[in-house]
Structure formats: C-alpha cells, structure tokens
C-alpha cells in the first residue's frame, strides 16, 4: 500500500520561510507523479496552490512555491502571513485515475 | 460562474446506503475527470474515487471494497456516489473535485456535504 508522508506540524514565525515536504513510503518523488499542494481551513473547501510540482494555481500568491528537493516534493512559503496558518495537503497521482494524499501538515504562524 | 454544489448527505444508520450528488455549472462538465475525496473529522483529506470524462476509466480508493459506485450524467452536468453498506468511519465531509486534463491535479472544489454513519 502506497503512503505519501508528510510532516505533522510546522511553526513559522509571520515574515518566516518554512518548507514542507511530501514523500513515498517507498521510493522518491519526482514530477511523475504530478505532486500538487492544497491549503485546507475548517468549513472551507480546500485551496488548489499548486499543480504539476511547481505551477502555482491562478490567484495564488508567489509566497508559495513548489519543487522537488532530493526525493521528496516540497511546499515553501516565504514570508509566511497570518492567513497561512492552517492544514496544508499535498497529493501524489499514481496513474491510472489514481491519487493518494498526505496526512497533512499543519502550519502555525506566532 | 464556476462552481460544484454537493447535496445528498445526511444521517444513516450503519449498513445503509445514501447517493450524493454533485451539480456541476460555468464550465463544459463533460471534458474533465471528476473525483470525490472525503474528510472524516478530525482527519485528512482522502481520495475515494474518480470518473473520467466518458465515464470510461473509473477508479476506487483500495479501503472503499466495493461499498461505493461513482457515475456521471453527462447530461444533467451532474456527478453521483453511491455509498452502501455504510460504516461509522464512512462519517466525514464528501467534496467533489475536477482534475484538469494535463495536469492531475484537482482544481474545482464544492464545499462538500456531511454525511453521519450513527446508529
């Protein structure tokens, strides 16, 4: 069974960078999988930030970006606001019609 | 207006069935895959199936067994998800997403409806 990891919890102070990141269980990540990112506030739907490793969805910021770094996919927020602190997802297609997300990461900002 | 609306949720009892429904407006419905990915509260979000755009590829998380039945009517722009045989954990906020061709990744949401699995 395939599980795509994430670290639990971040805390960034506000001006902050913080990077996230967004690994396999077995294996590394690469552009293959189309690792994307989601921004996700309780009673919200979530927030596509970011497609395709690195594109960042319209509307969004350019405080927020995405890469590869070493095996894992990775989240950067840089110049973290007060409006950032919330649960950040991200999500690996695995072909087929397939996806498998992360358990999430949830960032505070103090 | 882009937009997806859910509807259909509500509380039924274990070992039950319920239909969700996803309406899909301000864009052309029948180009996109379609997926529904739940969040059980106080838990992550999770993918639970995908229909592509001629309902030709369809695809269910491992954990669902066969419980779920996901279709499409072209149409009525209109996604569905039968759930049965519905468990406690099956509890969670159901969102219907598109996944833009090129780039498998969802970028339409709805704001999801709540379904309750309680005796």
């Known amino acids: 069974q395939t599980v795509v990891t994430q670290e639990p919890s971040f805390s960034v102070s506000p001006g902050g960078t913080v990077t996230l990141t967004c690994g396999l269980s077995s294996g590394s990540v690469s552009t293959n999988y189309y690792p994307s990112w989601y921004q996700k506030t309780p009673g919200q739907a979530p927030r596509t930030l970011i497609h395709s490793t690195n594109t960042r969805s319209s509307g969004v910021p350019d405080r927020f970006s995405g890469s590869i770094l070493g095996k894992k996919a990775a989240l950067t927020i840089t110049g973290a606001q007060a409006d950032d602190e919330s649960d950040y997802y991200c999500v690996l297609y695995m072909g087929s019609g397939f996806w498998v997300f992360g358990g999430g990461t949830k960032v505070t900002v103090l | 207006e882009v937009q997806l609306v859910e509807s259909g949720g509500g509380l039924v009892k274990p070992g039950g069935s319920l239909i969700l429904s996803c309406a899909a407006s301000?864009?052309?419905?029948?180009?996109?895959?379609v997926a529904w990915v739940r969040q059980a509260p106080r838990k992550g979000l999770e993918w639970v199936s995908s229909i592509s755009g001629g309902s030709s590829s369809i695809s269910y998380a491992d954990s669902l067994k066969g419980r779920f039945t996901v279709s499409r009517d072209i149409a009525k722009n209109s996604l569905y998800l039968r759930m049965s045989s519905l468990r406690v954990e099956d509890t969670a906020v159901y969102h219907c997403a598109t996944a833009a061709p090129g780039t498998r990744a969802f970028d339409i949401w709805g704001q999801g409806t709540m379904v309750t699995v309680s005796s």
């Open positions: 301000g864009f052309t419905f029948s180009t996109y895959t």
